[in-house]
């Protein structure tokens, strides 16, 4: 079924998005690492591309887009017309719904990391690229540890609209709300716990107490996404509902 939906996708063209949104965070890292700041530029400092990539996705980007590729991938069945379809040939609306997150938990990780790798490109371009392959490992995972939290709860957000007979497409400013909060979160006291920015946090400081947050936080995100698929009247609603 996974084969099935990517095949949808192909047909869609979605997954040139890819390299293009790759290639626009590139471009737009560039210009701001260009930047002069007090006769240096920002991208002068060895691992600026790297941080800055990693705040640029975490707090801007990646969860809209998470919860805009899930509303898409449902509303896929609206535009081509199949739901009446599903009636008929005996599916299973649960066994769909998993396929298609994981086909868009798959497109993110790839997502996060080109941009990791275009991060890299620009660190080689610009700084000293004093790495070492373990430093390099960590972010890499750090890049793929945000990509599925965010799917986590991009899919959380998509079934929580659907449950509620709410417009899907609600789910991509409320995903920006979610992921934007976390800059506000940090004048806080626990504001480093919010999932946004623990992340931000383990990248510069990886600590026993910042990975235990981060594990609660993630086995909290499955068991809420869990709970929602074992609801098979929501799963009605979402494919039903326009």
Not at 39 to 49: A, D, F, I, L, Q
């Amino acid at each position: 079924m996974l084969m099935l939906e990517l095949t949808k996708l192909r047909r869609r063209k979605i997954l040139y998005m890819i390299p293009f949104v790759a290639i626009l965070l590139f471009l737009l890292e560039f210009m701001i690492g260009h930047q002069i700041y007090q006769g240096h530029s920002y991208g002068s400092v060895n691992g600026w591309y790297v941080e800055n990539g990693f705040f640029f996705l975490n707090y801007y980007f990646l969860l809209p887009f998470a919860s805009m590729i899930l509303v898409d991938l449902i509303r896929i069945e609206q535009v081509s017309k199949t739901i009446s379809n599903l009636r008929l040939i005996p599916v299973d609306l649960k066994q769909l719904l998993q396929a298609k997150f994981m086909l868009a938990l798959l497109i993110n990780l790839l997502v996060s990391e080109f941009t990791f790798l275009a991060m890299l490109v620009l660190e080689l371009m610009d700084g000293d690229f004093a790495f070492s392959s373990l430093a390099m490992l960590s972010w890499g995972l750090v890049y793929g540890a945000i990509a599925f939290a965010y799917t986590l709860s991009a899919g959380i957000i998509v079934l929580f609209l659907g449950k509620y007979r709410k417009e899907l497409i609600l789910a991509l400013p409320l995903a920006f709300l979610l992921s934007f909060a976390g800059l506000f979160a940090l004048t806080t006291v626990v504001g480093r716990y919010y999932l946004a920015n623990l992340l931000l946090i383990i990248m510069e400081e990886f600590t026993v107490l910042t990975v235990s947050v981060y594990a609660i936080w993630l086995v909290t995100l499955v068991a809420c996404l869990l709970y929602l698929l074992a609801d098979k009247r929501m799963m009605n609603i979402i494919f039903a509902y326009k």
